[in-house]
């Protein structure tokens, strides 16, 4: 018999490749980029290394592959991610009717992501959800200083609506959003829509592949 669990009190969004479908256009931009700076990387190869990940540890370990990257790196790619960024990036299928749901029932959701304002500035403005979440509802670890996978992100969101971390539900898309998302003892779905959801699985997700599923998941 499957387990059951109560209706969340909130809902906490992870922002790329979650709530948009960002992930193939920042990665794109950061495989452009390194290749100017001696390190060649297929799509998925970047994707496996850097999904998740802060800037800095992305620089980090770029250059443990063999880039050869200068101090100011990091506002280098940030401005090539946010030129690929403002081309167009779509929402994540399924995203409006889940969110239409929630609503419905009265259940409070945030974002909460370890890329910026500015970032989601660009992402969700295009999709008309940068309203929506900004900016009671907006949790950014280049703003707060705390990062996934360590849990501060998901706890000072849970702090801010009042709920006890144990009655928050955690949708995310990588293993450090995962990670930190048990780490401060949360329910996490781990939104998988490739089939990659055996990593995110192991580190203690409910895997799933398709928005639509997320209601009966949520007992909603």
Request: net charge negative.
């Amino acid at each position: 018999m499957p387990k059951t669990f109560p209706t969340p009190k909130l809902v906490i969004f992870d922002c790329d490749g979650v709530l948009v479908d960002s992930e193939p256009a920042s990665n794109q931009a950061l495989i452009d980029n390194l290749a100017r700076h001696g390190l060649v990387l297929t799509l998925e190869q970047s994707m496996t290394h850097f999904v998740g990940g802060t800037m800095t540890g992305v620089m980090e370990k770029a250059r443990g592959l063999g880039a050869v990257l200068p101090e100011d790196w990091i506002a280098e790619v940030f401005a090539d991610t946010y030129a690929q960024l403002k081309q167009g990036v779509p929402l994540t299928p399924g995203i409006p009717a889940l969110l239409a749901r929630l609503d419905a029932k009265g259940i409070p959701v945030c974002v909460a992501s370890n890329g910026s304002e500015e970032k989601m500035r660009i992402t969700l403005g295009q999709n008309g959800l940068w309203e929506r979440f900004h900016p009671q509802a907006m949790f950014s670890a280049q703003a707060l200083g705390v990062a996934k996978p360590e849990p501060g992100l998901f706890l000072a969101a849970a702090s801010h609506f009042g709920v006890q971390a144990r009655d928050c539900l955690v949708i995310e898309d990588s293993g450090s959003g995962v990670t930190a998302a048990v780490r401060a003892g949360m329910r996490c779905l781990g939104f998988a829509p490739q089939g990659q959801g055996q990593k995110l699985a192991a580190l203690g997700a409910e895997v799933f592949s398709d928005m639509a599923e997320v209601p009966a998941l949520l007992s909603i």
